[in-house]
């Protein structure tokens, strides 16, 4: 079955700090893809970073990166120098090649204390 | 610009009625989709459209009509309103059905009463 597994409902964090989000998924397909997203209060999706599984480096996106470890199946986000702007939840998804539908996680709530 | 753009952002409607939600994208995507966000924030699909086809059609009451006049629309239309179909509905596009991300607009939360 493809799943995916964000184990923490919830992260209180002080700013300036840095944060990983925790994502696991599961699938027998070697052709996916891995997304996170953050959706702030106002509602929105907003896309942060994809990870090819055949990518070799680790996705960077500005203070965002994607800790991605393909034998433990695990696709973590670090986020450097958090700021109070990252308050809102994030979500994981993996896309699997196969069909191409998009798998999400619960999400996470990221709070960053001042 | 917005880049994928859903009206109306709120609505509230009576049960039984019947309501749409329209979608557009001035991204040149081949690809659009529509998902369901539940109270405790799952984001489930219910349909997806590559050039006006459509590929995606999960297990969704069939009072659930996606139209797609082109490519850069797809809209939602609702009969019979209920209230467990009070949720936010988001609409997203992607370059291709296999493309990398896709781009969502600012979700309708719809409260049905």
């Known amino acids: 079955a493809q799943k995916i597994t964000q184990t923490q409902p919830g992260m209180f964090v002080q700013e300036k700090e840095a944060v990983t989000l925790d994502c696991t998924y599961d699938t027998s397909d070697q052709s996916y893809g891995l997304f996170w997203y953050k959706q702030p209060s106002s509602g929105e999706m907003i896309f942060l970073i994809y990870q090819g599984s055949y990518d070799e480096q680790n996705a960077t996106e500005g203070r965002y990166s994607l800790n991605f470890q393909k034998a433990r199946k695990s696709a973590n986000l670090v986020i450097s120098a958090s700021q109070l702007g990252d308050s809102a939840m994030y979500f994981c998804?993996?896309?699997?090649?196969?069909?191409?539908?998009?798998?999400w996680g619960a999400g996470t709530k990221l709070i960053i204390k001042p | 610009d917005t880049a994928v753009s859903q009206t109306p952002k709120y609505l509230v409607t009576q049960m039984g009625n019947d309501k749409s939600i329209k979608c557009e994208q001035n991204?040149?995507?081949?690809?659009m989709y529509w998902y369901k966000q539940d109270s405790k924030k799952f984001l489930k699909i219910m349909f997806s459209?590559?050039?006006?086809?459509?590929?995606i059609n999960e297990t969704v009451p069939n009072r659930f009509s996606p139209k797609s006049p082109d490519k850069a629309h797809l809209n939602l239309h609702i009969n019979s309103l209920e209230l467990g179909d009070s949720a936010v509905y988001f609409c997203?596009?992607?370059?291709?059905?296999?493309?990398?991300?896709?781009?969502f607009g600012q979700g309708t939360r719809l409260t049905v009463v």
């Open positions: 459209y590559n050039n006006k086809e459509l590929i």
């Open positions: 997203a596009s992607s370059r291709s059905f296999e493309g990398s991300e896709a781009f």
């Open positions: 991204l040149g995507h081949d690809t």
């Open positions: 998804a993996m896309r699997v090649n196969s069909n191409y539908q998009l798998i």
